[in-house]
């Protein structure tokens, strides 16, 4: 049998990304499950770090590893192998691998999170107690857009708007969203502001009320999908019909721009208010995404 090889890159190449994308589609197809790694290092603390660890076979990808770590103390790991190549070890060495390098950059193992879906759980039951990993109490809903669901609105498009953030918003954007989120630093959500407003994949919105910024989203545009996130209004704005009518001219601006892609979200479980806002959208749930720790 051929011998397997291991690849650590920080970023991947359009051959490497095919490969990749090419693995999570079978895995879907096999497992039932929906959800997609992120294949950027875009928002990684550290640019040089390995942020994917591809195993090969030959020149067949069986497959990957990634690593997101937009904080310089925890990090989430996202493993897939294609179902023609699992129980023959290629997992746990994907595993260890990401294990070794987040040591090297300074990343405390027991604070590492690992992604899968619920689906994924259901059908590998022995899973869990196999790879010694526990599951985490918070979770999230990979939800997608069916116009057909949405519900009419309250405010008309005059009075919330939503259009492409410019420069000189980067700054207040940052303080918006770290108001509204309070899950990290300021200096966080300002980087995460210019990496949003630079990068050519992402496009940056302000959701503004009177000409006064009081929310923002971010929608990454690939091939496959518009992908929304970071999306926040101001705290001192909920509860009074705003973020659902500005969820509405967001898709309406999507779909101007991204024609005929699919549009998709994640919100956390325990999250109600924002689910409930997204629900009456038009965006229906497609898979539960499940986080676990290892075991101690």
Known sequence: MMQWQYRQVSK????????????????????????????????NVYPAMPAFILAYQG???GGFATIYADDATKASVNLLVAPLYRRQGVGQELLQRTQTILKTWGYPVPEVEY???????????????????????????????????????????SQVQVTLAQRQDIDQIAQVNYRSFKD???????????VNYQDELIDLYKITLNDVIIGSAAVECGQEMAYIF??????????????????????????????????????EISNLPAYKVYCANGFKKLTEIVYLEKAH
């Open 230 to 267: 970071s999306l926040a209004i101001t705290s001192a704005h909920q509860g009074r019909g705003l973020g659902k009518a500005a969820v509405k001219e967001l898709l309406t601006a999507i779909a101007l721009t991204r024609v005929g892609l699919p549009i998709r979200l994640n919100v």
């Open 59 to 61: 020149p067949v990808l």
């Open 184 to 194: 990290s630093t300021l200096a966080l959500y300002q980087r995460y502001a210019a």
């Open 12 to 43: 991947l190449s359009p051959m490497e990304r095919q490969q990749v994308t090419q693995v999570i589609e079978v895995c879907h197809q096999a497992d039932h499950t929906a959800d997609s790694p992120y294949l950027e290092n875009s928002f």
């Open 115 to 157: 992604i899968t879906e619920q689906a994924f759980l259901a059908a590998n039951r022995d899973f869990l107690t196999n790879w010694q990993l526990n599951v985490l109490a918070t979770g999230e809903y990979l939800m997608e857009y069916d116009a057909q669901l949405a519900k009419p609105v309250q405010f008309q498009p």
